[in-house]
């Protein structure tokens, strides 16, 4: 029993809100490096002109946005939290749920975001405080506590689709979904894009596995082999749509395809496809 | 082509401009997005007086971040054009002129829009801290409980934006609707 005691963390959900408020105004004024380096690079590749000035402008914004404190995108989204809680831990202080509302609330009143969130999806109404976050959690081992907040933008969310495919679709049934979807998608996206993909489990596992491969750096590619050659293959036949920057052109169209596999059922092969704009936000932290 | 246009936009103006234009606009804009156009929409349907002029405006598809003190707007870039098709024909029967957003419009929009010579424009999409740059004063004047999406004027100089449907329909995504060539 005191062994047991020992090893038990505790964390007081006041810490949890204070990150996430934190981490709500980085993340809507600071792209991660990993994104900011792609789209510069982009910028120097991009074969049209359009596109190329599209680009710097692109650029331009990010550091304006760091610069003057002025979110990157004023859809400043609704805050799409991940959370992954070592087993050894056990929150004090209230409930998790709460903290992690609360520090969404005040993130973006004293971060100046916008409120972008309804409190019901019919009658909407806007609960003016972003409130609540959509909340993903994982039990996993340890000690840790792993917390993303990606804000997550609505005009490419809207673009995003899931498609049960069957088995005898294969690859390229998957190939087909993703290329049909962001062709679909076309400016109102904001490209240059990042699609993320989820392949496998059921119908909601593969949205969220769709979800986290938006949060992988872009310069990373999936371990497993043949997913690793499949994210290469399709963001050459993405970028060979020529939607372009702003949708008007070039052979920028997508900055990454990231994928992310699951398990699946004998009769299926869920195929879910997020698509992020440009302002790919997320932030990280571990404690 | 780039050309400086001054608005409200006039007549001569709106045939000039040509799908592929780079255009930057300076004087009075109108905002409404979702939530605005709905009401405007029902206000229209039940025969009710509107607060803004609807004849000869530019209205931009936008819904901003509060502005921090001392700044007179936060980012402020443009939002899908396409959730507003459904209101859009009606308003240009009405006399609107432009419009700012980003994405497609609707076969519905680009009739009424050569029928009634209107402009669509877009705006970089995700670049809200650039745009918020070019906007020099903001007043609320419809609609103000519904926050950001309330109806703002704004007054903005050299606002940069793109001509994607001009009034004979010409649609400038249509070259990169993704079809392989």
């Given at each position: 029993m005191r062994d047991d005691e020992n090893k038990v963390r505790q964390i007081e959900l006041t810490e949890v809100t204070k990150l996430i408020k934190e981490m709500c105004i980085e993340a809507n004024h600071f792209l991660s490096k990993d994104v900011e380096d792609s789209i510069c690079e982009a910028k120097e590749k991009e074969e049209s002109i359009l596109g190329k000035q599209i680009l710097s402008q692109i650029c331009e914004n990010m550091q304006i946005a760091g610069k003057e404190?002025?979110?990157?995108?004023?859809?400043?989204?609704?805050a799409v939290v991940f959370l992954e809680i070592g087993q050894d831990i056990h929150f004090t202080g209230g409930l998790l749920e709460k903290a992690v509302n609360e520090g969404v609330r005040q993130g973006y009143e004293e971060g100046f975001l916008r409120k972008s969130v309804v409190s019901d999806p019919l009658i909407r109404n806007n609960t003016n405080d972003n409130t609540p976050a959509i909340i993903h959690s994982e039990i996993v081992e340890g000690r840790n506590l792993k917390i993303i907040v990606a804000p997550k933008g609505f005009g490419s969310e809207n673009m995003s689709k899931i498609f049960m495919l069957k088995p005898s679709d294969g690859i390229d049934g998957v190939k087909n979904a993703v290329l049909t979807t962001v062709r679909d998608a076309g400016p109102n996206a904001c490209p240059p894009i990042v699609v993320g993909v989820g392949i496998g489990g059921t119908f909601e596992k593969c949205a969220i596995l769709s979800k986290k491969a938006l949060l992988r750096n872009l310069g990373e590619r999936a371990d497993n082999k043949n997913i690793n050659e499949l994210e290469k293959e399709l963001l050459e036949k993405v970028n060979q749509l020529g939607i372009g920057p702003g949708g008007l052109?070039?052979?920028?169209?997508?900055l990454a395809v990231n994928i992310e596999t699951f398990a699946t059922h004998i009769a299926g092969l869920p195929v879910a496809i997020n698509i992020c704009c440009h302002v790919n936000r997320h932030s990280t932290r571990t404690i | 082509m780039e050309k400086y246009i001054s608005l409200p936009l006039k007549e001569e103006d709106i045939r000039s401009l040509k799908a592929g234009d780079m255009v930057f606009l300076s004087g009075e804009l109108y905002t409404a997005r979702d939530a605005a156009h709905k009401r405007i929409y029902e206000a229209i349907q039940s025969n009710q007086n509107l607060k803004?002029?609807?004849?000869?405006i530019t209205l931009y598809y936008m819904g901003p971040s509060p502005a921090r003190p001392?700044?007179?707007?936060g980012s402020a870039g443009p939002t899908t054009a396409s959730r507003m098709d459904k209101y859009t024909p009606t308003l240009l029967n009405l006399g609107l002129k432009g419009m700012i957003g980003k994405g497609k419009r609707s076969m519905e929009v680009k009739q009424a829009m050569i029928k009634n010579k209107a402009v669509y424009f877009a705006a970089i999409g995700g670049a809200g801290a650039l745009l918020s740059q070019a906007i020099k004063s903001v007043v609320i004047v419809e609609y103000e409980d519904l926050g950001t999406e309330a109806i703002r004027k704004l007054e903005v100089e050299n606002f940069p934006v793109i001509v994607v449907i001009d009034s004979d329909g010409t649609d400038l995504y249509d070259n990169y609707n993704g079809e392989m060539k």
């Open positions: 404190m002025i979110p990157i995108c004023q859809d400043t989204g609704m052109g070039g052979s920028t169209t997508a | 803004i002029p609807l004849d000869g001392g700044k007179v707007i």
